[in-house]
């Protein structure tokens, strides 16, 4: 008999263009840099699919048996936070602060786990002067009216992310060039020349504020050193962001910048990228002030694989609330059932199909939407043989395994716990609503209300005797 291959865990790297074997470069640690938030507003539910993917990846590592040293930058001074603060007549500081802080109020919300190197572009000014000063004596980069850019021209492997072909681009380069200061258009800044009235720094390198690209690369390299092993963000930032970041790092250190690049698709509306400029976008708080739980935005933002885009409907979110509560009502029958004594051999079989099943998904480039049906095939099976008396007390212990396997990655199990918490004569009053609509036939209704009291912890379970329910 063959035994299906143990496979290993794999990404896509952007880099290679294939499907690759990942371990760490050395030892047991992942070195990993994701790019982080603007804050210059509220992130919407677009850039959560990108810190969701993040945020599974981590779990899917570490379930793998990796520590983590993972690096997440704040990008706290950019043109629109400088033009916003002035608006609201605010430091920079004080505006970033109260952004920085949605924002992680945002992840935890969402259950994102924070980094182990939180950083802050504003924190690493005079790193980011001295890395210039280096790229300076490298002649890597010029100086036009006070701005210091990168010359694209130094770094032969431009394009080498992105998959760009720019040879024979420079000369040409200059016919569209519309920043006359520049000497090619692809050169940019690291450097920017101070304004009247701009917040500023003075360094070795003269007054003035970093470009975003130079960021990246400094805090990167400071806390993880020259080579990393995996370094994710969104789609859009491979061209010209990851591209920028590469072409410094790799003319500062001569070594490649990271080994693995790993990049989540977007979160569409209506066919476009959700987006910011373009209206089409909601925050988070936007979804939890219309009743939608955490878990089930999590869930809709991780249930489709990293790579393919995914498209927000609020049919999905729907959706995704429902499949969520099916895995509750599972796990609550797991939990308190009585099952004949003894184990099931063939139940034990599927349990342990499901776990092979589950785990072997997620090594393949985090497929989660395979690993999702594994576990909701593996519940409905599950359920079909606890109602035969096909499910043994001795086969709850696995069970209950898998599922905190699953919900180490997912973690959506626990209901989010809302401020104003049900009391028990709420509870009371609701389950008599409930029992009202269903004599009354109003079902969706009667599942408005289970729905309702599940969003804040309390399951129900109609036995029986009667209904009974279960605070989480
Ligand atoms: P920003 O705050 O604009 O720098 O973006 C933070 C992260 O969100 C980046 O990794 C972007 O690639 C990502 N992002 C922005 N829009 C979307 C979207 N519609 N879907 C998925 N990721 C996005
Ligand atoms: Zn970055």
């Given at each position: ?325 099916r895995l509750r009502r599972f796990k609550l029958r797991l939990d308190t059932d009585k099952f004949p004594e003894g184990a099931n051999d063939r139940a034990a079989a599927r349990t342990e199909a499901a776990r092979q099943a ?15 049906a594994a576990v909701f095939e593996y519940a409905r099976d599950a359920n079909s043989a606890m109602d035969a008396g096909q499910f043994g007390a001795e086969n709850r212990a696995a069970a209950l395994r898998l599922f ?57 379970e109609d036995t029986k005797s009667?209904?009974r329910?279960?605070?989480?």
């Open positions: 008999m063959k035994f299906p291959a143990i496979m290993a865990l794999r990404f896509y790297n952007t880099l290679s263009q294939r499907v690759e074997e990942f371990q760490p470069s050395s030892g047991n640690t992942v070195r990993l840099y994701t790019c982080g938030p603007t804050v210059y507003s509220f992130a919407h539910i677009g850039n959560f699919r990108t810190f969701t993917f993040v945020d599974i990846l981590r779990r899917w590592l570490r379930a793998s048996g990796y520590r983590l040293d993972h690096v997440m930058n704040i990008t706290d001074v950019d043109d629109k936070i400088i033009r916003n603060a002035a608006a609201q007549k605010k430091s920079l500081s004080e505006y970033t602060a109260e952004y920085t802080q949605a924002f992680l109020d945002d992840c935890a919300t969402l259950r994102l786990e924070v980094a182990e190197h939180l950083v802050k572009a504003t924190d690493h000014i005079g790193d980011m002067a001295r890395a210039i000063a280096r790229l300076t004596e490298g002649r890597h980069t010029y100086s036009s009216d006070g701005s210091i850019y990168f010359r694209i021209a130094t770094f032969p492997g431009y394009g080498k992310l992105s998959h760009n072909d720019f040879s024979g681009n420079l000369a040409g380069a200059r016919v569209d060039v519309d920043e006359y200061e520049k000497a090619d258009a692809r050169d940019f800044a690291q450097w920017k020349a101070p304004k009247d009235g701009e917040t500023s720094w003075v360094t070795e390198i003269g007054a003035g504020r970093p470009g975003w690209h130079i960021e990246c690369s400094v805090m990167a390299i400071k806390y993880l050193g020259e080579t990393l092993d995996i370094h994710a963000g969104g789609v859009d930032l491979i061209f010209p962001h990851h591209e920028n970041e590469i072409a410094q790092s790799e003319s500062l250190t001569g070594k490649p910048f990271s080994r693995f690049w790993l990049h989540a698709e977007f979160l569409m509306v209506e066919g476009q990228k959700m987006a910011k400029s373009l209206g089409n976008y909601f925050t988070l708080r936007d979804l939890t002030a219309r009743g939608y739980n955490p878990e089930a935005i999590r869930y809709l933002l991780a249930s489709v694989p990293y790579r393919k885009s995914l498209n927000f409907t609020f049919d999905g979110l729907q959706a995704a609330q429902m499949a969520i509560e589950f785990v072997a998904s997620l090594d393949d480039d985090l497929n989660t939407a395979e690993s999702l905190a396997q699953f919900d180490a990655v997912f973690d959506v199990l626990r209901p989010s716990s809302s401020a104003g918490a049900v009391s028990d004569s709420d509870i009371e009053a609701l389950i008599a609503e409930r029992e009202a609509a269903r004599k009354a036939r109003q079902f969706a209704r009667a599942d408005q209300i289970r729905d309702q009291l599940l969003a804040q912890g309390i399951i129900l009667g209904v329910s279960k605070r989480k």
